[in-house]
């Protein structure tokens, strides 16, 4: 029981996305299902409300509660919220696989639509990966490679430690008396007006954006109360037309004879959203406030913070990182050859596609006074060597 056209929740068994509007399962359907099938179909509109409710809340989860944090060219934060998306989604995929919970699939459902498709980032992860090759130390990209081979495998590590997590979770809460869509909205809606009070009560610069890693540190300083609230509203605005534009992208493909071995969905997903980081990137405002303040005024800080918001918040939205390892577990645990050529397949394409897309990724230049003292005086110790190579070849 998954959101139309949703490219974070999957089908193991038929490796294609799960429709809410269809009364289609794997298992034999109960009296309790048809009913919240027809409960669900009576909410106009309850399934898009519900999925932006979820990505509103993960965007203020990571825009305003999740620090960014650096060991010196590596984004722990994302790293770590790729791999905890992985889990969590786990876990809803698990609780919506279980047949003794019928009462748990819608919520299960939108919550991986939305709440996993703007935790985690598939954009995020070859940008990652770019980053990594190109920093001190790293030749002929092997960083990169290792750090997109490493997440996926974390992350099918997290779905496959959720999965038993899940079902022990859902055994617990099969009682509980069913949440309409109105009321997870309220509640959704309640802790997102909590966090924008709180970014209205707090200092400037309460709102972070993934982006702001690349900025020098005099731009990031500079922050105000009203670009806080700017960066806040946007990054609102923006997931959810990346989570629609993310349904649509997916659509509703039914499963041929014995099954397809590609997940279409979620590679339409990252497609597009790699095309839309690398022309964003590509143009004369990268997405980054160094851009707005380094170029000359070439870009103005307004349109600087949009496109950065359009290359995490939008960008990250459309794609599918954490949701697509829960359905990949699931169908290599079947142990059916084909189920797991298919899950090599689909690695495969996702990998080479990141590898690919961090390649052709242009690279912000590092600032030199966001490196710590040991750099920094050892750039003047090298400015230092090339002086005096100059001086002795005019003497």
């Given at each position: 029981y998954s959101l139309p056209g949703s490219c974070c929740a999957t089908d193991a068994?038929?490796?294609?996305?799960?429709?809410?509007?269809?009364?289609?399962?794997?298992?034999?359907?109960?009296?309790?299902?048809?009913?919240a099938d027809q409960r669900h179909r009576a909410e106009p509109g309850s399934a898009l409300a519900q999925v932006v409710a979820w990505g509103a809340l993960a965007e203020c989860l990571t825009s305003v509660f999740c620090p960014i944090v650096m060991v010196g060219a590596l984004d722990v934060s994302a790293t770590i919220l790729n791999i905890s998306g992985a889990f969590l989604a786990g876990i809803a995929h698990s609780?919506?696989?279980?047949?003794?919970?019928?009462?748990?699939?819608?919520?299960?459902?939108?919550?991986q639509a939305g709440f996993i498709?703007?935790?985690?980032?598939?954009?995020?992860?070859?940008?990652?990966?770019?980053?990594?090759?190109?920093?001190?130390?790293?030749?002929?990209?092997?960083?990169?490679?290792?750090?997109?081979?490493?997440?996926?495998a974390a992350q099918l590590a997290a779905a496959a430690a959720a999965a038993r997590l899940g079902a022990r979770l859902c055994g617990r809460l099969k009682e509980m008396p069913p949440p309409t869509s109105q009321s997870q909205v309220r509640a959704l809606r309640g802790v997102v007006i909590a966090a924008c009070v709180?970014?209205?009560?707090?200092?400037?610069?309460?709102?972070?954006?993934?982006?702001q890693i690349d900025a020098p540190r005099r731009a990031r300083e500079r922050r105000t109360k009203?670009?806080?609230?700017?960066?806040?509203?946007?990054?609102l605005l923006l997931q959810a037309a990346g989570l629609w534009l993310s349904r649509r992208l997916s659509g509703k493909e039914r499963p041929g004879p014995?099954?397809?071995?590609?997940?279409?969905?979620?590679?339409?997903?990252?497609?597009?959203?790699?095309?839309?980081?690398?022309?964003?990137?590509?143009?004369?405002?990268?997405?980054?406030?160094a851009?707005?303040?380094?170029?000359?005024?070439?870009?103005?800080?307004?349109?600087?913070?949009?496109?950065?918001?359009?290359c995490s918040s939008a960008c990250g939205a459309i794609s599918v990182s954490g949701g697509l390892a829960p359905a990949l577990w699931g169908l290599w645990s079947s142990g059916a050859r084909r189920s797991r050529r298919a899950?090599?397949?689909?690695?495969?394409?996702?990998?080479?596609?990141?590898?690919?897309?961090?390649?052709?990724?242009?690279?912000?230049?590092?600032?030199?006074?966001?490196?710590?003292?040991?750099?920094?005086h050892k750039g003047q110790q090298e400015q230092r060597v090339v002086s005096l190579e100059k001086s002795t070849h005019m003497t």
């Open positions: 068994a038929t490796m294609l996305p799960r429709h809410a509007d269809d009364v289609q399962y794997s298992r034999v359907a109960t009296q309790d299902d048809v009913a609780a919506d696989a279980t047949p003794s919970a019928p009462r748990l699939h819608s919520a299960c459902a939108t919550f498709g703007v935790f985690t980032s598939f954009t995020v992860l070859f940008e990652q990966a770019a980053r990594l090759d190109t920093s001190p130390g790293c030749e002929n990209r092997a960083c990169g490679a290792g750090y997109v081979l490493a997440v996926f709180w970014v209205a009560l707090a200092p400037p610069g309460a709102v972070a954006d993934p982006l009203r670009g806080d609230a700017a960066l806040l509203g946007a990054g014995g099954g397809r071995l590609v997940l279409w969905g979620p590679l339409r997903c990252n497609l597009v959203a790699t095309l839309l980081l690398l022309a964003l990137r590509a143009g004369r405002c990268d997405g980054t406030a851009t707005a303040t380094d170029a000359g005024g070439a870009c103005p800080p307004l349109l600087a913070g949009l496109v950065a918001k359009l899950v090599l397949l689909n690695l495969s394409l996702h990998v080479g596609l990141a590898l690919l897309a961090g390649v052709l990724l242009p690279q912000q230049p590092h600032s030199r006074e966001d490196e710590g003292p040991a750099s920094q």
